[in-house]
């Protein structure tokens, strides 16, 4: 006898698309194999209106809505609805308007790691601003097994489950010599290159990006993504720095660099340093809790903890042995299609939500 299929609602408060709605696009597909039948509901704002259309031609029902009270008549033909919110103080809203029962999916970077400053402060202003209003959710998602452990120790929430998140292997895959020549030919990437994918804010530390690109200017870095410090950043780049803006072709740009650099002070699980490591891409990255989940130094990729001359140090000496670089490339693919795939994902997020709503 056939089970009839579990239905979710995901609702979010995004005015624009970041990492957490991408998810949802990519995850809600693969998800229907596994009993999953999922619509979205997210701001009628002129920043979704392309995401909308994204999701409309994966055959994803998605509501546009003005008022969040619009949506709680969905919810009576669901079984889950599960949140997500931009804001602080952001979940109080969803517990008052719409019935439940919910869900809280986190994407939080839950702590920013900057030397000199004092952890427990930053929780502290995590958990007035959001942990609080989480925990009023009956069950909580996160995407990293750190930050499943960090949320029980520190706010409160006992009943939190991880699903790491996963990437497309097919779409971010390394390229063979002949397409890897001719993309580097297509991009005019001549020297040693470092691609830097990320969002131009302060958790992502470009700032250092600058200071690491000065202090080897014998190799080129390529910024993808825009945000608040792009024209800081144009006005201290050095020559060797290109700036390419928002693009659509990341996959190509992956299996095109030589490394990617995220020297980010904030993360759970980044999807840019998995879709790096699927495309055979190594990753030099800050050492901090999220990262080391993804990468083993040496093998992956390098973690770096002493900032500016740590990074330098490592970008010269991965230009200089290319033998390495290439074994860490094949291992950066290995280990995503040991336990970070799409298909991965799909599948566990589909189980927690079927196990919640089983009670």
Avoid: C
Wanted: proline fraction near 7%.
């Amino acid at each position: 006898m056939m089970t009839a299929p579990l239905k979710v609602l995901f609702v979010t408060d995004a005015p624009a698309v970041g990492g957490s709605e991408v998810y949802l696009r990519e995850l809600i597909p693969p998800m229907r194999e596994y009993g999953v039948q999922a619509e979205v509901a997210m701001p009628a704002a002129p920043g979704t209106a392309d995401f909308r259309e994204q999701l409309a031609a994966r055959q994803i029902p998605v509501h546009a809505y003005h008022q969040l009270q619009d949506v709680a008549p969905l919810e009576s033909r669901l079984d889950l609805t599960v949140l997500s919110s931009w804001n602080a103080l952001g979940y109080r809203k969803y517990y008052q308007l719409l019935r439940g029962p919910f869900v809280s999916l986190i994407h939080d970077q839950l702590m920013l790691h900057i030397p000199g400053l004092p952890q427990d402060i930053y929780r502290a202003f995590y958990g007035v601003l959001q942990a609080r209003d989480i925990r009023g959710a009956q069950h909580v998602i996160t995407v990293s097994n750190w930050a499943a452990a960090y949320l029980r120790r520190w706010h409160g929430m006992p009943d939190v489950r991880a699903v790491p998140n996963g990437v497309d292997t097919r779409k971010f895959r390394p390229a063979d010599p002949a397409e890897r020549s001719a993309l580097r030919r297509e991009y005019s990437f001549t020297r040693f290159t470092v691609l830097v994918p990320a969002r131009m804010s302060i958790e992502k530390n470009h700032p250092t990006v600058m200071a690491v690109a000065r202090a080897v200017p014998e190799l080129d870095f390529v910024l993808v993504g825009t945000g608040y410090l792009e024209g800081a950043l144009r006005a201290i780049a050095t020559p060797n720095v290109r700036f390419f803006g928002k693009r659509h072709d990341m996959p190509e740009l992956y299996r095109a660099a030589d490394v990617a650099l995220q020297p980010t002070i904030a993360e759970n699980q980044s999807l840019a340093t998995l879709e790096a490591l699927s495309s055979g891409t190594p990753v030099v990255t800050n050492d901090i809790p999220a990262q080391r989940e993804l990468i083993d130094f040496g093998r992956e990729g390098l973690l770096i903890g002493n900032g500016v001359p740590g990074y330098a140090a490592a970008l010269r000496a991965l230009a200089s042995h290319p033998a390495q670089l290439a074994r860490m490339g094949v291992k950066a693919r290995q280990s995503v299609l040991r336990g970070h795939t799409l298909e991965q994902n799909a599948a566990a997020l589909a189980l927690a939500l079927q196990q919640i709503a089983a009670g």
